[in-house]
C-alpha cells in the first residue's frame, strides 16, 4: 500500500518555485565523538590500564605495576526508512505539467529531488536524536550513550534555568575526575542540549561586565571546557567526557545520504515509486567510570 500522501492545493495561477521543509535538527553530536567507519559487523575496543608502580633501584630485573586489558563492542545494527508514493496523487497538483503522460509519467522532478534531500537531512536528525535517546530493544533504533550510561548518574540534577544554570555547570566541572581534568584544552567536552546552551548564553549576558570570567561573552566553554551543541540530548541533561571516550560506529557514513528513488512503472507496470534508504550506526563508550553523567529526575 503507497505512503498516505495528502496534497492540499487549490491549482491556480502560477507556481512559486521550490518547497520549504520545515526546520529539521543538524547532527552536531557525530562532529564531537569518535567516529568509526567502515565496521562490517562488530568493532572491539581495547581498553588498556597500566597502573605505574616504582621499586627502589637494584642490580636485578624486578618487575613492577599492573597492565589491564579489557574491552567494549560496537555492533552498528542495519535500519533503513522506506516509503512508497503513488505518481497519480500529482496530477491534478501544481506539478502535473512536469509529470509526462500514460507510460511516460514520472515523478515531479521538482518535488522528487526535493524529497531525496529532506529524507537525508531527516535522517541526519532522527540519527542526532538516536546517538544520544536511542533504545535498540526499540524498532528501528540503536542504543545512544544515556542506553550506554545507564544509571550511573554522576550528578543528580535540577530544572535547569537562566538563574542556576552555572551552578549546574560547576555541578559537572567538580565531578570530572582529575585525571580527565588534566586533558582540559585537548578533547575533554561538555555536551549539553539546545535548551542549556541558550540558558547559558542568556546568564553570560546578564553578567555584563563580567562576561570574561566564563571566558568569551561569544564563546561557548565554561573554566576552559567547550560546550558541545546536542540538539539530540533531553533537556536538564549534561554529559562531560573525553572525545576520545565516546564512539560512534557505522558502515558508509555516505549511507545516511544515499537514498535511492526507484520508479516502478518499467519494473511493475504500477503508478508507485518506491524511496529507500538503509544505513547501520551504534554507539559505545569507553571508560564510563571517566564520563561524568548529569541528570534531572523528576
Same mark, same amino acid.
Given at each position: 500500500?503507497?505512503?498516505?500522501?495528502?496534497?492540499?492545493?487549490?491549482?491556480?495561477?502560477? +507556481?512559486?518555485?521550490?518547497?520549504?521543509?520545515?526546520?529539521?535538527?543538524?547532527?552536531?553530536?557525530?562532529?564531537?565523538?569518535?567516529?568509526?567507519?567502515?565496521?562490517?559487523? +562488530?568493532?572491539?575496543?581495547?581498553?588498556?590500564?597500566?597502573?605505574?608502580?616504582?621499586?627502589?633501584?637494584?642490580?636485578?630485573?624486578?618487575?613492577?605495576?599492573?597492565?589491564?586489558?579489557?574491552?567494549?563492542?560496537?555492533?552498528?545494527?542495519?535500519?533503513?526508512?522506506?516509503?512508497?508514493?503513488?505518481?497519480?496523487?500529482?496530477?491534478?497538483?501544481?506539478?502535473?505539467?512536469?509529470?509526462?503522460?500514460?507510460?511516460?509519467?514520472?515523478?515531479?522532478?521538482?518535488?522528487?529531488?526535493?524529497?531525496?534531500?529532506?529524507?537525508?537531512?531527516?535522517?541526519?536528525?532522527?540519527?542526532?536524536?538516536?546517538?544520544?535517546?536511542?533504545?535498540?530493544?526499540?524498532?528501528?533504533?540503536?542504543?545512544?550513550?544515556?542506553?550506554?550510561?545507564?544509571?550511573?548518574?554522576?550528578?543528580?540534577?535540577?530544572?535547569?534555568?537562566?538563574?542556576?544554570?552555572?551552578?549546574?555547570?560547576?555541578?559537572?566541572?567538580?565531578?570530572?575526575?582529575?585525571?580527565? +581534568?588534566?586533558?582540559?584544552?585537548?578533547?575533554?567536552?561538555?555536551?549539553?542540549?539546545?535548551?542549556?546552551?541558550?540558558?547559558?548564553?542568556?546568564?553570560?549576558?546578564?553578567?555584563?561586565?563580567?562576561?570574561?570570567?566564563?571566558?568569551?561573552?561569544?564563546?561557548?566553554?565554561?573554566?576552559?571546557?567547550?560546550?558541545?551543541?546536542?540538539?539530540?540530548?533531553?533537556?536538564?541533561?549534561?554529559?562531560?567526557?573525553?572525545?576520545?571516550?565516546?564512539?560512534?560506529?557505522?558502515?558508509?557514513?555516505?549511507?545516511?545520504?544515499?537514498?535511492?528513488?526507484?520508479?516502478?512503472?518499467?519494473?511493475?507496470?504500477?503508478?508507485?515509486?518506491?524511496?529507500?534508504?538503509?544505513?547501520?550506526?551504534?554507539?559505545?563508550?569507553?571508560?564510563?567510570?571517566?564520563?561524568?553523567?548529569?541528570?534531572?529526575?523528576?
Amino acid at each position: 500500500m503507497p505512503t498516505s500522501v495528502t496534497v492540499t492545493t487549490t491549482y491556480a495561477g502560477e +507556481k512559486a518555485p521550490g518547497y520549504i521543509a520545515a526546520t529539521l535538527l543538524a547532527s552536531k553530536t557525530i562532529d564531537a565523538v569518535t567516529q568509526h567507519l567502515n565496521v562490517p559487523y +562488530k568493532l572491539v575496543l581495547k581498553k588498556y590500564a597500566n597502573e605505574a608502580s616504582f621499586a627502589d633501584l637494584t642490580c636485578d630485573f624486578t618487575p613492577t605495576g599492573t597492565v589491564t586489558l579489557t574491552e567494549a563492542s560496537l555492533t552498528p545494527k542495519q535500519l533503513q526508512w522506506q516509503e512508497k508514493i503513488c505518481k497519480l496523487e500529482f496530477i491534478d497538483d501544481w506539478e502535473s505539467a512536469s509529470m509526462g503522460f500514460g507510460n511516460a509519467r514520472t515523478l515531479p522532478k521538482e518535488f522528487g529531488d526535493f524529497m531525496l534531500n529532506n529524507m537525508a537531512e531527516a535522517v541526519t536528525a532522527r540519527v542526532e536524536t538516536l546517538m544520544w535517546q536511542g533504545e535498540a530493544a526499540n524498532a528501528g533504533e540503536f542504543d545512544g550513550f544515556y542506553a550506554q550510561l545507564g544509571s550511573a548518574v554522576d550528578v543528580a540534577g535540577s530544572v535547569i534555568t537562566a538563574n542556576n544554570v552555572i551552578a549546574e555547570l560547576q555541578k559537572v566541572v567538580d565531578a570530572i575526575p582529575t585525571t580527565v +581534568k588534566s586533558h582540559r584544552g585537548d578533547d575533554v567536552f561538555i555536551y549539553v542540549p539546545t535548551s542549556v546552551l541558550f540558558f547559558y548564553a542568556a546568564a553570560k549576558q546578564a553578567l555584563g561586565t563580567f562576561q570574561g570570567v566564563y571566558e568569551g561573552f561569544g564563546e561557548d566553554v565554561f573554566l576552559g571546557f567547550p560546550l558541545v551543541h546536542c540538539p539530540g540530548m533531553l533537556d536538564n541533561t549534561m554529559v562531560a567526557a573525553r572525545k576520545s571516550n565516546m564512539h560512534f560506529g557505522t558502515g558508509l557514513l555516505s549511507d545516511f545520504t544515499d537514498v535511492k528513488l526507484i520508479d516502478q512503472g518499467p519494473i511493475d507496470g504500477s503508478e508507485n515509486v518506491n524511496v529507500s534508504i538503509k544505513f547501520s550506526a551504534d554507539t559505545a563508550v569507553g571508560y564510563a567510570n571517566e564520563i561524568v553523567y548529569y541528570l534531572y529526575e523528576s
